[in-house]
């Protein structure tokens, strides 16, 4: 004798062929529970803009620097500078 399947008098509109009841959205939520990111349509602006802020972010992590704030990168540029002057100047100087 074959197993009946569960029926549903709830909302039969959610139940799938199996007979088991699937969520009102139709898809899985993410593992976090926060909304899935929408991406731009390949080969349009934003999609490229998404991918260098992408490879600029990985340049800067492989660097080092990838989540340090804003102010501090443009000191520590800034500091880089004026030693790199300061040394230029100094061998001129001694030429």
């Known amino acids: 004798m074959a197993a009946a399947l569960p029926t549903v008098t709830a909302k039969p509109e959610l139940a799938t062929a199996t007979g088991v009841i699937v969520g009102s959205r139709g898809e899985k939520r993410s593992r976090k529970g926060g909304q899935r990111q929408h991406l731009p349509k390949v080969g349009t602006r934003g999609a490229a803009r998404a991918e260098q802020h ?7 992590d492989t660097m080092g620097i990838g989540r340090t704030p804003a102010w501090v990168r443009w000191t520590a ?19």
């Open 54 to 60: 992408r490879e600029r972010e990985a340049v800067a």
């Open 77 to 95: 540029l800034f500091v880089g500078a004026v030693i790199l002057i300061g040394g230029v100047v100094t061998l001129v100087a001694l030429a």
